[in-house]
């Protein structure tokens, strides 16, 4: 069986540990298995070995060297005292708050690690392209950090870049510059000759044309126009026209107002007096008649070469034709009156009440077919005193029922009574 010994050594400076001593021994190696006779199937795994016996105890190492003197080894050099606002721990340096070139040391720096200078009691990174920042080392930079020159700085947020729209060229502005407005729809590449472009004001500078001045001729005001100006018309006679009394082409001059024509204020011209033409009345000739009209009158035709002052019996006149008028009608109501005049018969349309007729005289013979006709509902009907019965016919008494008609033949026997000649009681059609 073999034996070991181990010494144990020093963790860490400080006092001397205590050296101890182990003593083991190995178990003995289990002996090997039989070799399996060649099969298909695998042979049983062999027994582990027994664990061998504990080691003795090792003997007590040798003392340790004597621990560090207490001051702070920072970067090969030794700082013997951290001034305020700093802090070391598990060796390294940081700040604690915002360093002065006398917070950096409170002791002697006996030596300066790489990358470091000591500028007047201040320790400067010569190394500008190492990203050590304040207190440590830093090995990434995270988004929106850039670092440049040993100098740490934020990316700007938000905006990163502006581009020139339609109405707009600048290109695209990533950091600073000038948005221009094309004009009219347009990028004006040049300026034409006339035009100048002042603190974004397009200005003409020539004279635009041949034109030097304009003078305000016959009938306008205005005088010499060599800049700016204004014409107008110029003023003419009161009670006068503006215009070209000649009979071809002329320049347009004051015309004056003659008699018994005047001008009003809103430009209205009207007749004072009447006319003086030569027509001073007009006759009525053959053919027509209205007499002599000498101011206004009506001219009308006479008929059939002569004039007709009245219509005789039996006639009409409608719309300028003369006529045999062969038919009046009346609607009758409690009394009702026929006017014989110009006509032969007529028809009497019974209303809803019972009636008295009444007849106008006429001519001597006159003859006039009356036709009474009931309504819905049949009336009683009375003729009046205008009218006159014989020993054959006696009376009159109108047929009672509804829609019937009676048909009575009238003759004027002395100009003022109608003699009942005939009447046919409810005759249809």
Not at 55 to 77: E, I, K
Not at 83 to 101: E, K, N, P, Q, V
Not at 295 to 301: E, F, H, N, R, V
């Amino acid at each position: 069986m073999a034996r070991y010994a181990g010494y144990g050594v020093p963790e860490a400076p400080g006092p001397a540990p205590e050296l101890l001593r182990y003593a083991g021994y190995g178990g003995p190696t289990g002996p090997a298995g039989p070799t399996g006779a060649a099969s298909t199937v695998p042979g049983p795994t062999g027994a582990t070995g027994a664990k061998g016996d504990k080691g003795d105890t090792g003997a007590t190492g040798a003392t340790g060297a004597a621990g560090a003197d207490g001051t702070t080894v920072w970067n090969v050099g030794t700082v013997a005292a951290l001034g305020t606002h700093l802090s070391l721990a598990t060796g390294t340096l940081d700040a604690t708050g915002f360093l002065t070139a006398q917070e950096w040391s409170a002791g002697t720096i006996t030596a300066l690690g790489a990358n470091l200078t000591n500028s007047s009691g201040t320790l400067v990174a010569t190394d500008t392209n190492t990203n050590v920042w304040n207190a440590g080392t830093v090995t990434t930079i995270g988004s929106g950090v850039t670092l440049s020159a040993g100098t740490l700085t934020s990316a700007p947020d938000g905006v990163t870049s502006v581009v020139a729209g339609a109405g707009l060229h600048a290109g695209t502005i990533t950091s600073a510059g000038t948005l221009l407005a094309d004009w009219n729809g347009g990028t004006v590449a040049a300026l034409g000759t006339g035009v100048s472009l002042a603190g974004g004001t397009l200005s003409a500078t020539g004279s635009g044309g041949s034109v030097t001045s304009v003078v305000a001729g016959a009938g306008l005001a205005g005088g010499t126009i060599a800049t700016t100006g204004t014409v107008s018309l110029g003023t003419i006679a009161a009670a006068s026209l503006f215009g070209n009394p000649g009979t071809g082409a002329a320049v347009p001059s004051a015309i004056a107002i003659g008699s018994n024509i005047t001008l009003s204020s809103g430009g209205t011209l009207s007749a004072s007096a009447p006319g003086t033409g030569s027509v001073t009345s007009v006759i009525s000739g053959a053919g027509l008649h209205a007499g002599t009209i000498t101011s206004a009158g009506t001219l009308l035709a006479d008929w059939n070469g002569g004039t007709v002052t009245a219509l005789g019996n039996g006639l009409a006149i409608n719309s300028g034709t003369i006529s045999a008028d062969t038919q009046g009608t009346i609607a009758a109501t409690a009394t009702g009156t026929i006017n014989p005049a110009g006509i032969q018969s007529c028809l009497v349309n019974m209303g809803t009440v019972d009636t008295t007729l009444q007849c106008s005289p006429g001519y001597l013979g006159q003859r006039l077919r009356m036709e009474l006709k009931q309504g819905a509902t049949a009336h009683v009907v009375t003729l009046g005193t205008t009218f006159a019965f014989g020993l054959e016919i006696t009376s009159y008494t109108a047929t009672a029922t509804a829609n019937a008609r009676d048909l009575l033949q009238l003759i004027c026997v002395d100009g003022t009574h109608w003699a009942v000649a005939a009447i046919n009681h409810g005759f249809s059609v």
